[in-house]
C-alpha cells in the first residue's frame, strides 16, 4: 500500500479497515474472526476477534434508509466491515488517536457537508484513497455500475450490480 493505508479526512489521520487486517496478517497473531448479525433493521453486525488467544469485539451498524448505494445494495458487508475494523482497533492495529476507520469515518455524517458532497464520499477497499460511486453506458454499450478508486488503478474497481 503506497499511503500504508492511512487515510486524511478532516485534518486528522485514520486506517483503512484492509490495512488492520492485514497488520494482523503480518504480525502473525491473528487466529480468528467470527461475525453475527445482531439484528436486520437496522442492521447490526457484531465481530468477534482472537489475537494470540485474546478476545476484542467490535460492533456497527447500517441503517437501511440510507441515501448511500453502497449501504443500500451491502448493508450487511458494510456493517461487517466496520465491526471487524473496531475490532482491530481495540486490539491495537490502527493509530492510537481513534478506534474508527478510515472507512467508517468516511461513511460518517458530516455536518459541514452538503448531502451530494456526503454520498458521494467512499473509500477504495484496495489502498484506503478516496473513490466515487459511477454508474453509467460504455462506449460498446455495456452498461456499469461500481466504486472507482480516485488512483485510477482499474484493479481496485468494486462492482456493484443491480
Known amino acids: 500500500m503506497s499511503n500504508n493505508g492511512i487515510v486524511q479526512i478532516h485534518g486528522k489521520d485514520y486506517m483503512t479497515v484492509a490495512r488492520r487486517v ?25 465481530a468477534k476477534i482472537t ?11 447500517v441503517d437501511l434508509q440510507s441515501e448511500k448505494t453502497i449501504e443500500k445494495q451491502n448493508p450487511y458487508e458494510v456493517a461487517e466491515t466496520s465491526a471487524v475494523g473496531r475490532a482491530l482497533g481495540f486490539a491495537g492495529y490502527g493509530l492510537m488517536e481513534s478506534i474508527a476507520s478510515a472507512d467508517e469515518m468516511v461513511r460518517a455524517v458530516s455536518p459541514s457537508m452538503s448531502k451530494e458532497e456526503h454520498t458521494e464520499r467512499l473509500v477504495c477497499e484496495v489502498c484506503g484513497r478516496l473513490a466515487k460511486e459511477k454508474k453509467g453506458t460504455s462506449k460498446t454499450g455495456k452498461q456499469y455500475h461500481g466504486i472507482f478508486c480516485e488512483s485510477g488503478d482499474k484493479s481496485h474497481t468494486r462492482w456493484l450490480w443491480n
Open 22 to 46: 492485514e497488520l494482523a496478517h503480518e504480525d502473525d497473531t491473528l487466529d480468528s474472526v467470527e461475525t453475527e448479525v445482531l439484528s436486520h433493521n437496522p442492521v447490526v453486525v457484531k
Open 51 to 61: 489475537l494470540k488467544g485474546h478476545i476484542f469485539t467490535g460492533i456497527s451498524s
